[in-house]
């Protein structure tokens, strides 16, 4: 079985100096109060006991019906009532406790009144299995996908009814602590033998459950009045757009279809027989129905309405008669959601997909019509610039306006309200946090007009002081970082530890991006012409003669500030793995100029080079600076785009899993300072972090200093400083 834990080819035991130093401090007197990081896994200080609950249901506030037990010997399931709280609040004090998603049980458990465990105190199976590989088990990490790993099989019981309670329940309470015993031992040996995966397991991953909880426990305050107000205003935006396709398109054809009769009776005698044949969307014929007949010389028209049952709208359809076949065409009102609606009135404009080399496919071989796609159709049709704005705005307001007002609840304080989220440890591959209903956190954009407009929405908790800060530039440092460590010192290293330039207008100058942006302006200038006014135009910024700032288009600083906006799409682009055709914004030459540039200045392919020679050597399996592992197994694949998507994504891996483990390792060790100022996280998201702080404005200004030093530490990185600030604020965009 263990070789389904597809290990790589060689185990490497060091930890790097940055990692070493984070041990170091979570061993610490103070960070030892929170995670008892020294109740290690394989030697635990107290005997091991696997544990799970039963409850009905996995809202807030359900009920715990049964837990279980299992210590290697005999699997116990207990009926839970209030006589039974000493007994199992003794399994959790006297034991090292081993669960299979244990923020769930534990939330609950807390919300129940017990004293739960520290992180080290219990461990977590899902978490193992996460770390050995992320994102990557393709039956995925459930107790029930695992199971087969030990031999065993998870009970599943299909009933909605009485969830929880029962015999069965019961049975499949004690079935799942033994699973997660036999899991635990499996993963605990694997774990050890890489003392990289096993020390960010132990160090960063199983502290950071604790985090987590709290995050989900203090969820987020909205200021109502605004996002009433907001969400009036993007309403009749979305409504004014749509009525202008609507006005055109009121309805669309969805489908045509025919059926074959001996007689033109027979059709009145198989009406029932209609509903499935021809229908594309499900829907009840009854005595409500339209029925119109109209004969002329062996020619009929029916024509009869129904109500679709989904929307509850009037469909329309008729039936037309050509000698023995009826053809039936199906009309719907324009629905702005429908791909199909979308595609079929973009066709009654000309549009042709099967002729259009640009069109795109879903993996079910259906036509896709996102913002990137209709973006290119606007550029031949103003009906595909008309849907993308409705897109846009449909989507503000069906993802975060609609669903805040329909989630947020009172708190007591007039405008003000409460909204939670959920955050989750095990999912992405690249290791970063993920974010869940009702309140996702990690959609919400980290830039541009709309991020800060749903931000401003966000306010602090009543009666605290709220802080807010980020990770400036962190992707861009972590790249910094890696090509130093590469090459030795580099001038984007040496340009970020000097902060009286701006970073983005110098790589901009040193990438050559200046003359890419001239040329992207002035497609009619000759590449030699557009080298020597860039250079001009370099020299200009540089003694100060223009800004990138400047609205001035006439001193050609507008060029400027475009350089500038290509370096940030190149650098954050790149850092999440994106193409020519993304970082052009649609515009693949666009995308590959930005690219090649990027690379002649930096050495980026080498770069990349080391980075998947090294993925290829060890069979897909890649490392980060704290010793978090990727895996990319299609890196050796022979299909060419199998490999190419797995090295984009490898080197996105390096970035962004550097970035969350730095992110993790700062909030852990600096967790007991946040505890001595009275403070709670709120979230981490996008490199963010935000506090709700219960102390007075003295203590809040000293407190922002300290975690301040404490993230900006020179142990974050190897060779790029890291920037930090955290300030008070009233509203999140005002930090972020």
């Known amino acids: 079985m263990m070789t389904q834990l597809l290990r790589p080819s060689k185990t490497t035991t060091n930890l790097t100096s940055l990692m070493l130093k984070h041990i170091e401090l979570m061993e610490s007197p103070e960070c030892l109060e929170y995670f008892n990081v020294l109740n290690k896994p394989h030697a635990p200080q107290k005997p091991v006991l696997a544990m799970d609950i039963e409850t009905t249901g996995i809202h807030r506030g359900c ?48 919300d129940l009144g017990f004293d739960i465990p520290k992180p080290g105190d219990y461990h977590d199976t899902m978490l193992m299995a996460y770390v050995i590989k992320p994102g990557r088990w393709e039956q995925g990490i459930s107790l029930k996908a695992l199971a087969p790993l030990v031999g065993e099989e998870k009970i599943v019981i299909e009933s909605k009814e009485n969830v929880g309670q029962g015999d069965d329940w019961q049975e499949r309470n004690k079935s799942d602590v033994i699973i997660t015993y036999k899991l635990f031992n499996l993963f605990l040996k694997e774990l050890q033998r890489d003392e990289r995966l096993y020390a960010h397991y132990q160090y960063v991953d199983l502290p950071m459950s604790l985090i987590i909880r709290e995050m989900e426990e203090s969820g987020m305050y909205l200021d109502t009045n605004a996002l009433y107000s907001y969400h009036k205003e993007i309403s009749e935006v979305y409504e004014q757009l749509l009525a202008e396709v609507t006005k055109q398109y009121p309805e669309v054809t969805v489908g045509v279809y025919g059926r074959t009769w001996a007689k033109a009776d027979e059709l009145k005698r198989k009406d029932d027989e209609l509903r499935p044949t021809f229908c594309p969307i499900d829907c009840t014929f009854d005595e409500s129905f339209n029925f119109e007949r109209v004969e002329k010389r062996g020619r009929m028209l ?10 509850g709208e009037k469909v329309r359809v008729e039936l037309k008669k050509a000698k023995a076949t009826y053809f039936y065409e199906v009309v719907e009102p324009f629905n702005a959601n429908s791909t199909a609606h979308k595609a079929a009135i973009l066709k009654s404009e000309g549009w042709s997909p099967e002729d259009d080399p640009d069109t795109v496919l879903t993996a079910t071989g259906k036509l896709k ?17 008309m849907l993308n704005e409705v897109n846009k705005y449909g989507k503000i307001i069906s993802t975060y306006t609609s669903n805040y007002i329909d989630n947020v609840q009172p708190t007591g304080v007039d405008g003000i309200g409460h909204i939670r989220s959920s955050f989750f440890q095990a999912v992405t591959k690249t290791r970063r946090l993920s974010s869940g209903e009702p309140l996702n956190l990690q959609n919400i954009p980290s830039r541009g007009e709309l991020g800060k407009k749903i931000r401003e929405m966000f306010i602090g908790k009543p009666g605290a002081i709220f802080v807010g800060g980020d990770d400036s530039a962190i992707e861009a440092r972590i790249l910094a970082d890696l090509l130093a460590k590469r090459f030795g010192r580099t001038k984007m290293s040496d340009t970020f530890a000097d902060e009286s330039k701006d970073f983005h207008m110098e790589n901009a100058c040193d990438w050559g991006l200046v003359k890419v942006a001239l040329m992207n302006s002035n497609p009619d200038m000759p590449e030699a012409e557009a080298l020597a006014k860039s250079r001009i135009l370099v020299d200009q910024y540089r003694c100060g003669e223009i800004q990138f700032k400047d609205n001035t288009k006439d001193n050609y600083s507008q060029t400027l500030k475009d350089a500038r906006d290509l370096e940030k799409t190149a650098l954050y682009g790149s850092a999440y793995g994106a193409g020519a055709t993304k970082l052009g914004n649609g515009n693949r030459e666009l995308g590959q100029a930005i ?85 709670v996280v709120a979230y981490m998201v996008h490199d963010e972090y935000g506090f709700y702080m219960h102390c007075d404005e003295t203590e809040v200004d000293e407190f922002n200093r300290l975690m301040s030093e404490h993230f900006s530490s020179k142990d974050s990185l190897f060779y790029c400083p890291v920037k930090f600030e955290f300030k008070t604020i009233t509203r999140w965009s005002e930090k972020g």
């Open 63 to 110: 009920e715990l019906t049964f837990y279980g037990w299992f210590d290697g010997t005999e699997a116990h399931a207990e009926p839970y009532d209030e006589t039974k709280r000493s007994h199992l609040q003794w399994l959790l004090d006297n034991h090292t406790t081993v669960w299979h998603n244990s923020n769930f049980d534990i939330r609950v458990l807390k």
């Open 302 to 311: 029916k024509k009869f309405d129904y109500i679709d049952d989904a929307t």
């Open 369 to 385: 019509l996102d913002k990137e796609v209709l973006k290119s159709l606007g550029k031949s049709f103003q009906l595909a610039r």
């Open 595 to 679: 690219l090649d540039a990027m690379n002649e200045a930096l050495g980026l392919d080498e770069l990349k080079a080391d980075v998947w020679k090294h993925l290829a050597e060890r069979g897909g399996f890649i490392y980060n600076y704290f010793g978090a592992r990727g895996y990319y197994p299609d890196i050796l694949s022979k299909n060419s785009e199998e490999s190419s998507y797995a090295e984009r994504q490898s080197f996105n891996f390096c970035i962004q899993s550097t970035s969350y483990s730095r992110m993790a390792t700062r909030m852990l060790t600096g967790y007991p300072l946040l505890k001595e100022y009275n403070g």
